[in-house]
DNA sequence: AAGTGGTCTAGACCACCTG
DNA sequence: AGGTGGTCTAGACCACTTA
């Protein structure tokens, strides 16, 4: 499993409008090595990665090359780094992780965990939107999903949740209820699904319908549209989500750096 | 100009409940150093840093150390590296980073400049809340303008904009309409004001007054409530910033880590 | 050719955690 | 005491830019 001190993609001998790379530096290549082992589940989130010292010997590079790429994949969120202690594969069951990906924000008060109530449960055909959204072949078979997030008895969000069946075979709304924690520790738990990272498109909309009836507002009620796509390894879609937040006592966070 | 090896922060050598970092690496003791001197304008906006041997000569540190520092500045956004060029300071004025805080996207089509509109600009006493989210003593003075942002000559953004008047002093409408370019860019070449980074707080909400009018929307219409508060070094809020976003043809992109 | 940042190495030492 | 990641150094070499 040694790498290569040569470019990983050697620029060609010709010049023709050729605009490659040319160059990979050794960190990043031991970085798409880890992302592999990573994205195939040789080590699972929350366990330990080897030491820097074994990952230097594995690899034939120096430690101070390893920990390059080691560092780099902290700073995007796949590990955690603890001193100490060891290099961990990050996990969404984790309470300093917690809130990655919530962004909503309670006007007044701490952030408390909402209460879930989940509403609806189906297996179908993706639809072309949502087959188009998950990279599926159109027919393929998708679970879909409806609940209800409330903070004091109070509904706040109304989620619509798609998930491309086949890496969610076996999964029941009764596992869904059951399960402590959030959807993600119970996706990279149980199917080994691990939500890197996720984009969002956020509108306002008008309450209608059956949804202003389940989110107890008035038709016409000034709604969040929030349509979010999550990403595993590799940048494969393995989830989109559309979901209806009221803000009259809430706030969508967010930073710009 | 030296830098010491030992901790900045000594612990304590009573052990009362102290939580204190304790600790302090070199490379923080540097970065601390750089920042300061980016906020005092030692370097403009655009500008050059000193070599990286040269700062090592400067702080009596190796490369190693300065490099850590400047690799940690520019993850941050504050400088830019250029491969055989050099060290710069982070700009609003480029290319590359003109949409860093512009999340709106259009639904199809790409990205294009929108024309601005001025349409208010005053002087006035800071009212409580804008003075408490600006950091002012209340009574301070602040500048207060409303704008129009219009893709295809149709309104998309309105924004109500508040800045202490003391750090843009000799802002008046006429350079606002004159500059062209991002409005940040101003700030910083004129006023040597930074914006580093911002908080944002979204919510729903419905069209309804002059506002509406403006936006040529019907009331009720549901739009975009985008509170933004702009920090410069060391946090200081330097502007705030309260904008109604039609989001029919557009739509607020963000990405979750 | 000379100067800049970028990579890689080897080694020393430090801070933190666990037995 | 021993293992883990974190810091700091010094030196070699590489890639990119400019003159």
Redesign the pocket.
Known sequence: MAVS?V?AVPGPDHALGDVSP??S????QIKALLTRSLSLSEWKAGEA?P????LAQRFK?????V??A??ALAAEGLLV???????FVATHAEERVQYRFLRLMPDQGPRVAMQRRFLDFNRLRAPADIARALSLSSGDSVLQLRRLLLADEQPVVLDDIWLPAKPFKGLTAERLSAYRGPMYGLFEAEFGVQMIRAEEKIRAVAAAGAEADLLRVQPLTPLLLVERRSLTYADRPVELRRGLYRTEAHYYRNELN
């Open positions: 001190h470019p040319a160059f530096p050794l960190y990043q990665l030491s820097e010292p074994e590079v120096s430690q101070g090359t920990r390059k080691l560092d780094r603890r001193q100490g202690k060891g290099t």
